[in-house]
């Protein structure tokens, strides 16, 4: 099956593959119009006409499914012969992710799952569909913590005898044959077939092993001819009453198991609390609350509308991880960036593209214009999104730990902080926000073996400076929109251009009388332009606005760095001055790259690269040093602007 993320199925884009399967493939789709997220069951198999048909039929049965239990099916379709299925997205992963195989769990927690999943499958029972797939990796988490039976969009029909139906029964035979009851593998699947299913992941639960072992034929014979081994050889301290519960549900004959799956649940759940009680009657002097447990006395089948959430009994210490949002909180909106934010957002949500890097010169927003990103791409990042600040860090060595410590790792182990951190982001679908990556540099190799070591992270990068490593996808930020004054200045056109709505907001901060008026709207233009679109440049302009008005303010920018100070507290000391921005990039640069940069104050506006050659260089050997390198890297530290006519 062909990789299908970044096309669309139906009104679906897809996003990312979650899961692959022997018969069906799981994506993440955005809805085109609502933006809404959904999953996409993708069927390997191409359909006849006649399958397609059958497929509709059994879809149409499953769309009216309405169990809190049970994943939605919200729309399906066949495309290009291919059928695929549209259902809710349960962020909190599967059973199996949760519990990996050879996990041993508590009892009370296996009483829990199975009641939940036992009263999803009463209810489709009453439907007269058969779930058949019985598995881990088909129960999932839901947002409540709450357990949610997937995979009916693969369920057959108690009723229907098709070609599509045999299709999904001869691929479910060969994929998940742990489970499959004998009847089942012999081509009779029954409404006990998952009840017996079900016994088999109790059993794994209880000992951390499967019942049988082996080749898919040897398993498959055993399922149909051998009893499984005594639970209590695996765990001597289970009751007998507990494993007999199991084994009756394991039976061969369809007869000898529970009358029907919700019995198997009861009788699991009366095994459980009897063990209680007398476990209590020998270490407390009163019976346990049992209130816990919802009663599940023989009841009817209640309709979709009747249906109520099994009351669970999960552990505390068992929750579903919260996605990690460590992001600083922003405190003023964002100007003039809407598009580049759009635009970078789209980057990151493509699969292709797993590193992007924000760069510009110091002062041109990178740092804003990631957050805002981090924001607005938030809900497709499952896991999380994580901002680690790298301004005080010059030891590239450092990085790991400071990432580390953002993402709350606390591993006592002797572990390398490298192996930490992979073993931590390896299985996470997360955002990594790099802010201020350019005195570290030298560590770009380290970011790219952790994205080739963690295949869903992607890492957003602001620098000053190109990191240049194959996966680098560059993303240069530009200065704000200026006034054209060459022409008439509108005082309200002017108050749309992003240069001067960045000035008109930071001066109402400070000043909150402040209005942009006819008098000194050509002003203010004037002095966005003289100060190149630059936000920092802008924001240090209008923080004089206080004992400065904007004609004296455009006078005095004729010593710029003597006026351009002042920076808000919080922000970082090369922030707080235009000199010290400008000094950060500069001690950046080798002592040639410094002696040319002090060189080009000598060009007005633009200049050529053959200039450069002839002034620049004129007592230099061009054995010694190369004016395109120089140049070249020049550019790559956002300390040129390259303009092409």
């Known amino acids: 099956m062909h990789d299908l993320v970044g096309q669309q199925l139906g009104n679906y884009r897809v996003v990312r593959l979650v899961g692959r399967g022997g018969f069906a493939d799981v994506y993440l789709g955005e809805h085109i119009h609502l933006n809404s997220l959904a999953a996409l069951k993708v069927l390997h198999a191409v359909l006849t006409a006649e399958q397609q048909e059958s497929f509709v039929q059994e879809a149409q049965r499953l769309v009216q499914l309405r169990h809190p239990h049970i ?15 549209v259902m809710d997205f349960a962020p909190g992963g599967t059973l199996r992710e949760l519990h990996p195989t050879g996990s041993r769990l508590p009892l009370d927690l296996v009483v829990s799952y199975v009641q939940q999943v036992a009263s999803a499958l009463h209810y489709a029972h009453s439907q007269r569909l058969i779930h058949r797939d019985i598995k881990p990796e088909n129960m999932l988490l839901g947002s409540q913590n709450n357990l949610l039976l997937s995979d009916f969009g693969l369920a057959v029909s108690a009723t229907l005898s098709s070609s599509y139906s045999t299709l999904l029964m001869d691929q479910q035979v060969a994929g998940t044959s742990l489970y499959l009851a004998p009847e089942q593998l012999q081509g009779h699947p029954l409404p006990a077939s998952d009840q017996y299913s079900l016994a088999v992941v109790v059993y794994e639960w209880l000992c951390g092993k499967s019942p049988f072992h082996g080749s898919l034929l040897e398993i498959a014979i055993q399922h149909l001819s051998l009893p499984p081994p005594p639970l209590r050889d695996w765990v001597p301290d289970l009751s007998s009453s507990i494993e007999e ?3 009756q549900a394991l039976a061969k004959e369809p007869w000898q198991r529970f009358a029907d799956v919700q019995e198997f649940a009861r009788a699991l759940e009366r095994a ?21 447990l919802r009663s599940l006395e023989k ?7 009747q249906q109520q959430p099994v009351r669970q009994i999960t552990p505390g210490n068992i929750r579903m991880p919260e996605p990690i949002w460590k992001v600083p909180t922003i405190f003023t909106p964002l100007i003039g960036r809407d598009q580049e934010a759009a635009a970078v957002g789209t980057l990151l949500k493509s699969p292709e593209i797993r590193l992007v890097t924000l760069l510009g010169t110091g002062g041109i927003g990178k740092t804003r214009l990631s957050l805002q990103i981090a924001v607005q791409t938030r809900k497709y990042f499952i896991d999380g999104v994580c901002f680690v600040p790298l301004a005080s860090i010059s030891d590239a060595g450092l990085i790991l730990p400071a990432i580390a410590q ?11 902080v490298f192996e930490q951190v992979k073993a931590f982001l390896q299985k996470k679908h997360i955002l990594l926000v790099l802010d201020n990556f350019e005195q570290v540099a030298i560590a770009a190799p380290m970011v790219e073996e952790l994205l080739a070591a963690c295949p869903q992270l992607t890492i957003l990068v602001t620098s000053r400076v190109v990191l240049h490593v194959q996966a680098e996808h560059e993303f240069p930020v530009s200065p704000l929109a200026l ?7 509108e005082r309200d056109a002017l108050a749309q251009v992003t240069s001067v709505a960045l000035f008109l907001q ?5 000043l909150p009388t402040f209005q942009l008026t006819s008098t000194n709207a050509r002003a203010i233009a004037e002095i966005c332009v003289r100060l190149d679109g630059l936000p920092l440049a802008i924001e240090l302009a209008a923080a004089r606005i206080k004992i400065l008005p904007p004609q004296a303010l455009l006078l005095r920018l004729e010593h710029l760095f003597d006026v351009l100070t002042g920076g808000t507290r919080t922000q970082p000391p090369r922030q707080q001055t235009l000199r010290n921005t400008l000094k950060w990039s500069y001690d950046l640069l080798s002592a040639s790259e410094q002696r040319l940069f002090r060189r080009l104050a000598v060009f007005v506006a633009v200049w050529t690269l053959e200039a450069v050659e002839a002034v620049c260089y004129y007592d230099v050997e061009k054995e010694q040093v190369s004016a395109l390198d120089e140049v070249a890297s020049l550019l790559d530290k956002s300390l040129l602007l390259l303009l092409e006519s």
Request: no cysteine; glycine share 2%.
């Open 299 to 305: 009841e009817e089948v209640p309709s979709a509308q």
């Open 245 to 247: 519960v199991v084994l």
């Open 71 to 85: 994943v939605r099916l919200l729309d399906f379709a066949v495309q290009a012969g291919t059928p695929f299925l």
């Open 406 to 416: 953002e993402l709350g790792i606390q591993d006592a182990s002797a572990l390398p």
């Open 272 to 292: 459980y609390l009897e063990d209680l009680q007398q476990f209590s009657a020998l270490h407390y002097p009163t019976s346990p609350d049992t209130t816990q």
């Open 506 to 510: 930071r001066a109402r901060s400070i």
């Open 483 to 489: 006034p054209d004054l060459t022409q008439p200045i």
